[in-house]
Every structure is written in C-alpha cells, then in structure tokens.
C-alpha cells in the first residue's frame, strides 16, 4: 500500500527548529517549530491534493499546537508569509495566498511564557490533547498565556482571573478520583476554593470565604459581612496609597523570607502581619484586633480580585477609560493582577499537569 507523506511550511525552514511527535487520529504527526517559520508534517496512506491537505483536520490541529509551542518558545507568533504544501515523493508543490488562520495575539507581540517553556509539559500535555479533550485545566491555560499578551490591566485582570478561576473550579472533579473532598461540599465554590489553597499553597494560608459569607476570625465564622467589607476597603485604600511598583510586588514574593512580611513591607501593611505566626493576619474590626487564618498574600490575591471580578462582570461598576495612577481602584486593580500573575507563573504549569492526569484517570473509569 502507497504511503503519502505531507508537508505544510510557513514561510522559509530554519534549520534551528524544535521538533514535537504526536497521535492524531492514529496517525504520526511531527511538529517543527522555529522562530518565524514551522513546519507539520504527517504521513497517510490516502492520496490528497494540497487544498486537501491543507482543508485537513490534521493539519489544522498541528497549525494550532505550532503556533501554541511557538508561543511558548519563542514569545510571539510569525506572520504567514509564505504556506507551501508539498508531498515528499513528488516534486508538485502548492503555494497558499489565503492561509485560513485567524491568530488571537498579533505577531507582532511579544508574550514572554517562560514559566511553560518545558520540551516535556509541551509535548506531554500540550501537543496530545486535540481540542475535543480540551477541558478547564487548558482553558485556565489559554486564558493565562491570553493576559500575558495584553497591556491593559482590564484586560489582563479578565483573562487572569479566568485562569484562576479555571484552576479552583476544576478542583471539584478530584473528589471522583480520590474522595479526598466532601461530596457535599464540592458543589460550593467557596468550599472548593478553601480546601484547594489549604492544600495547594506553598505557604500553607487557607481563605476561610472569598465569596462576601461569613469570614473566619478567632475562629468564629458571625463576623458581619459589612465589618468584613469595611476591613477590606480600608486595606486595599491603604496598600493603594503606598509607593509601590508592580516589580516591587514581583520581587517581594520571590524574595527570601516570608512571602507576607516582605508584601506588607512593600505595601505599608505590616500591622496586618500577625507578629506570632506570620502566615496568618490581624483583621482589625471595629477598632479590635482579631487573629485570621488567612495569609495576606492569599487574602489580597483571592478578596481584592473577586470584588474587582464581581464590579467587572456584573457591570456594578465601568471600567476605567481614564483614570490616574494614584487612583484607589486603577491601584487596586495593578495589585491584583501581580499577585494573580505571580501566582500563575509559579502554578499553572503543574495545575494543568494535574487536571489533565486527572481527565484521564475519569476517561479511564469510564470504560
């Protein structure tokens, strides 16, 4: 039987590319992804013609995977120049003028994705997966790499507290595999988050409610809302007033040291550090100090950014077409959205390792 051997090129070969292997559809298809070129190639055993090729289910997947490694690699997507479709054992070839692919993210931008470049996380868990099996850990993915791209911190803070949002949400699904979470208690969002920072986080904080519920204090869960609400305005107000750069929040998390002592020195908030055990705050209400378990880096990374999401998204409150740097909420919205790229960059790697092992684990019960 004939075997067929395709080639898709985008504009000229470099010889310095990094290849990628994978099954689509039981067929091998390889990857070649360089700076401003790539190449997908795949052999079949059915004679096509190249609008064939490239009208293909398999090539259109293997564009999407080497744009999305090109991303990753090399920081920015090349501009279609030149699409060539050849077959290996015939000297016809077909140039495409009109190639059929719309790029969310301009080639002329440069998204730095260094925390995702692993040749094993790209093959393994990137280059498998067709977009059938797509599922919340790759959405949280996409909607990560998508913020990077932007410069305006509206549109990063969406697309960062999608991914985050992704992450929490899919954690659910554990309780199928593993029963390490009450069955009861995973339909509530604000349940499932709790445990999943309890568990997950390096610095061991737990958000006792993100979701505006009665907030953990003393151990008591009857605070008032509205005292909770107070606490938190007075917080964000103050950490917004102090001189701080969004480097200076990047460089105090990944100092030595406790990650909430260094972000309260930078953000003027070192009485809400509890001096006894510095993983945990003093939440002052109504002129008393209470004892929180929660960190200030989860509390400020999970209680500003959820009243941000919610004035966003439910159109509570505009976004900020004009505004100045030393405005509360533009400030507000600068600090959430480095602590939730902060966190990201540190995490969505292996979250999404783990969300795709688990899809798999329930595709295996399954059968």
Excluded at 86 to 114: G, Q, T
Excluded at 168 to 192: L, M, W
Aim: net charge neutral; hydrophobic share 40%.
């Amino acid at each position: 039987m004939a075997k067929y051997t395709y080639s898709v090129i985008v504009n000229d070969v470099d010889s310095d590319n990094k290849p990628f292997r994978y099954t689509y559809s039981k067929m091998e298809m390889l990857v070649l992804v360089a700076k401003d070129s790539f190449i997908v190639m795949y052999e079949t055993n059915t004679e096509k013609t190249p609008d064939q090729i490239w009208m293909s289910r398999e090539v259109e997947d293997g564009v999407r995977k080497a744009l999305l490694a090109q991303l990753i690699f090399f920081g920015h997507n090349c501009e279609f120049k030149k699409v060539l479709i050849k077959e290996a054992n015939s000297d016809e070839y077909k140039i495409i003028d009109e190639p059929r692919v719309y790029n969310l993210i301009p080639s002329d931008v440069y998204v730095d994705l260094s925390p995702l470049r692993d040749n094993m996380f790209v093959t393994e868990y990137l280059m498998k997966r067709v977009k059938s099996k797509y599922e919340s850990g790759i959405a949280a993915l996409f909607s990560y790499i998508y913020a990077k791209s932007k410069k305006c911190e509206e549109d990063k803070f969406t697309y960062f507290w999608r991914s985050f949002n992704g992450i929490y949400s899919s954690v659910a699904k554990e309780s199928v595999v593993d029963g390490s979470f009450d069955k009861a208690k995973v339909k509530k969002e604000n349940e499932v988050l709790k445990n999943w920072l309890r568990n997950r986080e390096t610095q061991n904080f737990m958000v006792a409610s993100l979701f505006n519920k009665a907030y953990a204090v003393n151990n008591d869960y009857t605070i008032a809302e509205k005292k909770i609400k107070h606490f938190f305005y007075t917080v964000r107000d103050k950490a917004a007033k102090a001189n701080w750069t969004k480097d200076d929040i990047r460089n105090a998390l990944n100092a030595r040291g406790n990650k909430n002592v260094n972000l309260a020195n930078v953000l003027g908030l070192q009485n809400y550090v509890y001096s006894v055990n510095p993983d945990m705050m003093v939440v002052e209400i109504e002129g008393q100090p209470k004892i929180s378990k929660s960190s200030l880096y989860g509390y400020l990374m999970t209680e500003l950014a959820y009243q941000i999401r919610c004035s966003y998204f439910h159109a509570a409150k505009p976004i900020l077409l004009h505004t100045t740097l030393s405005d509360p909420e533009f400030r507000g919205l600068q600090l959430a959205n480095a602590l939730l790229e902060h966190y990201l960059d540190e995490n969505i790697k292996d979250e999404v390792m783990e969300k795709i092992k688990l899809e798999k684990m329930l595709e295996e019960r399954q059968k």
